[in-house]
């Protein structure tokens, strides 16, 4: 009789695995996105997908034996309402156990990357497909949210059951002698877990709406605003001097779905910049584009060749600000332009500005920031290369700029 009126062991060790599973993946799967390319972001990716399936093995066989070994029915003590949310928050919670993993192992498909449980090669599900790519990230990326959230209402619900009701919900799924302290055991450890989530989660959702919000701003503004061209001077603020050896213009790209990494040298720049007076703050860098590096003599070849870069015609890249803003703390927004090969396009490149004494007693600003760039924006791989197959479209670009006052 107790088998029907509680979860059956099997049922419970399912349960618990999966739920673990779960919060790590979420935990681990905005962790991840938080971190810049990197050996550690790459291994972290796989052991995300490795576990990610393992999630959808269990989801199986938890469906099979559910068909064979019947649940218990919901307690009589539940109100109808009760009964309502957690029935939903169920439903929701089984789609998402398949609806995850599958949009992942999709998105890592039609992104053309590779996928592998354990160490073992799992079949790709689709070929190539951008579209399908940007889908299935989009759904995977929504549903991460909700599921973290449905996933919070669930725990609520069964915390509420065991600490306020005091009834057997929480126990029929564990042992059945869960007290009071064994119940705030666990539940410190999940809500521990389940934090872990929440916050790198809150972080991920600010970044994309500081980025958006940012872009459209810059565009607006760049429509409206145009800029003289070349250098310029300032009598009142303060110079800033480039220190070229310690700064540098890295970037992120894929060949063949594989990512590399490069970077560039700043040939030479001006700011003028004052916290207390940003509308009068400028900035002006010059990349040199034949110092390229990316690991591979052929590719620098390659790279500054006239179908990708043309240093010929072009061996600068410029960028120009037109407008800083002060966003947090540390964190500011410089509106301005980019060219790269003769192309101008608006661009909002959020920075972090940390500034400390350097030994002679200047100061020495650090400035780090990222950015995303189409490089078909700026016309960078012509002729066959305009296709994404090989060279991807979107480079990331890792900005690290040093700076002193004398
Ligand atoms: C994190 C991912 C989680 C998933 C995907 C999940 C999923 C589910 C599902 C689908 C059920 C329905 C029974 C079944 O089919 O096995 C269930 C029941 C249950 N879950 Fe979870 N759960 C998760 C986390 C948690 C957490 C963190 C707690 C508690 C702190 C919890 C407590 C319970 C309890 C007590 C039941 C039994 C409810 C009842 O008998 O009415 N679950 N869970
Ligand atoms: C239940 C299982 C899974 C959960 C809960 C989960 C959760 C997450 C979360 C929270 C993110 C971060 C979302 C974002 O910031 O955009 C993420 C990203 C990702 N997940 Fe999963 N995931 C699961 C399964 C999988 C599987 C099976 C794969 C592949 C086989 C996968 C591949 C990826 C990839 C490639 C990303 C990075 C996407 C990007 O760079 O924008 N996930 N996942």
């Known amino acids: 009789m107790e088998q029907l009126d509680s979860y059956h062991v099997f049922s419970k060790i399912i349960h618990w695995v999966t739920a673990l599973l779960i919060l790590g993946l979420l935990f681990i799967g905005f962790y991840m996105n938080s971190l810049a390319f990197s050996e550690d972001k790459l291994s972290l990716y796989g052991w995300h997908k490795s576990f990610g399936l393992l999630v959808l093995i269990l989801a199986g066989v938890r469906v099979v034996w559910h068909i064979v070994k019947p649940k218990p029915k919901p307690l009589s003590t539940h109100k109808k309402w009760e009964h309502g949310i957690a029935r939903f928050a169920h439903v929701f919670l089984y789609l998402a156990l398949f609806i995850m993993p599958i949009s992942g192992w999709v998105m890592s498909s039609a992104g053309d990357f590779t996928v592998k449980f354990f160490g073992f090669d799992v079949p790709d599900l689709t070929q190539k497909n951008e579209a399908l790519f940007q889908n299935s990230r989009q759904i995977h990326e929504i549903l991460a949210y909700t599921l973290l959230l449905i996933v919070g209402l669930h725990m609520v619900g069964a915390l509420k059951h065991h600490f306020i009701d005091r009834d057997r919900t929480l126990r029929r799924m564990t042992v059945p002698d869960l007290g009071i302290i064994g119940g705030a055991i666990m539940s410190i450890l999940v809500i521990l877990l389940y934090a872990c989530g929440g916050i790198y989660a809150v972080k991920h959702l ?121 966003m947090s703390a540390n964190h500011f927004l410089a509106s301005g332009k980019l060219t790269l090969r003769g192309i101008t396009v608006p661009i909002a490149l959020l920075f972090i500005l940390n500034i400390d004494e350097g030994d002679n007693g200047e100061n020495v600003a650090h400035m780090t920031a990222k950015l995303d760039l189409n490089r078909l924006d700026f016309g960078i791989g012509q002729g066959k290369w305009q296709n994404t197959d090989a060279i991807g479209a979107v480079v990331k670009l890792n900005i690290s700029v040093v700076a002193r006052t004398k």
């Not at 958006?212 to 701003?217: K, Y």
Request: aromatic fraction near 12%.
């Open 206 to 326: 600010k970044k994309q709406y500081l980025t958006i919000a940012s872009v459209v701003d810059s565009n607006v503004r760049a429509s409206v605003d145009e800029e003289n061209e070349g250098i310029f001077i300032s009598s009142v603020l303060p110079e800033w001097h480039i220190d070229i050896e310690d700064s540098l213009i890295g970037f992120e790209a894929t060949q063949y779905g594989q990512g590399f990494e490069g970077s560039f040298k700043i040939a030479r720049g001006q700011i003028f910049f004052d916290e207390a007076r940003l509308g009068q703050s400028k900035l002006r860098i010059e990349i040199d584009i034949s110092s390229v590096k990316t690991g591979s003599n052929d590719r620098d070849e390659q790279a500054i060749s006239t179908e990708w870069f043309d240093v010929k015609a072009f061996p600068y890249a410029i960028f120009e600000s037109h407008k800083f803003e002060k």
